[in-house]
């Protein structure tokens, strides 16, 4: 059966990445397919939010750049958080420059993203340079590390259509050593298939953003589904949320991020059992 009509066990125990593997046994241990983008400018926001959904995700997303009193801590707390309560951490740093400029950015600079961060997506429009280039550093280190493209966004008259994702797919496939999979909106199994393709044993993980309980998008072009549109109809593995968890208030209420977070994990799930057969 096609991947995302088995459960998360079965496709931790094939997976040939190691970060892929790691991300799906989490799931599969913590009954959760739930990420949350913790999108504050504070670091005392961003633990208070990580301490409180810790058990009930598989994965933190980050961007580390928009916090205003980061500092080298930050990222060995956030380290020694995802040991503590098992979640992987996904760097959301969209990378989109060429090979030699987005292997400094991943390894060097304030952030040294390679080093923390389990996952990482780029935006496929360089090429297939722009996954070497970042492989030449994730691949060395003997870490879990892996790459998302970005071959579908969530926003309203986002360019990622057709054969853009279609490209997209055919550039992962060439690479299925390190691209685990992709920040989209559906499957991508059906896509960009040439019969020369050997997509055969090809298990792609889907991380889907854009996904709320209360409300359908923002003023800024966001547009959000739920987690049965995007777990159970459009198979994908694994939902991101932000806003529907965190809030929009500029102070955080732990015990309603909590709610909310056990909210999400709770439906995140139930889409899930509702679509695998085995
Ligand atoms: P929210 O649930 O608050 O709308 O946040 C969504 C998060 O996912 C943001 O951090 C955003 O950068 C990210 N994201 C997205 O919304 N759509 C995409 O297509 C790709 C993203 O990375």
Request: contains cysteine.
């Amino acid at each position: 059966p096609a991947p995302h009509l088995q459960s998360y066990k079965n496709r931790a125990a094939k997976h040939s990445n190691p970060a892929a593997r790691a991300l799906l046994r989490c799931m599969e241990a913590k009954k959760s397919n739930l990420a949350v983008s913790v999108d504050v400018t504070t670091t005392k926001d961003f633990f208070d939010i990580i301490e409180a959904v810790a058990p009930y995700v598989c994965l933190i997303k980050t961007h580390v750049d928009i916090l205003e009193d980061w500092n080298p801590g930050v990222t060995t707390r956030l380290q020694h958080l995802s040991r503590e309560h098992n979640f992987l951490i996904f760097e959301d740093r969209k990378f989109a420059d060429i090979g030699n400029t987005v292997a400094l950015q991943y390894s060097s600079g304030l952030y040294k993203i390679s080093s923390w961060a389990h996952i990482v997506n780029a935006h496929p429009v360089p090429g297939p340079s722009i996954i070497t280039g970042l492989a030449s550093v994730g691949m060395k280190l003997q870490e879990e590390r892996g790459l998302l493209l970005l071959a579908e966004m969530s926003t309203k008259g986002a360019l990622t259509i057709g054969s853009y994702t279609v490209e997209a797919v055919r550039m992962a496939r060439e690479h299925r050593d390190f691209v685990i999979g992709f920040i989209a909106q559906h499957r991508m199994e059906s896509i960009g298939l040439s019969g020369t393709d050997d997509v055969v044993d090809e298990d792609f993980l889907i991380l889907a953003p854009g996904v709320g309980l209360d409300s359908k998008g923002d003023a800024m072009g966001q547009q959000y589904r739920t987690p049965t549109e995007v777990v159970t109809q459009c198979g994908c593995d694994v939902i991101i949320v932000g806003r529907g968890i965190i809030g929009i208030g500029r102070d955080i209420d732990a015990e309603k991020v909590k709610e909310q977070a056990r909210r999400y994990q709770t439906a995140g799930w139930e889409a899930y059992e509702k679509r695998i057969v085995t």
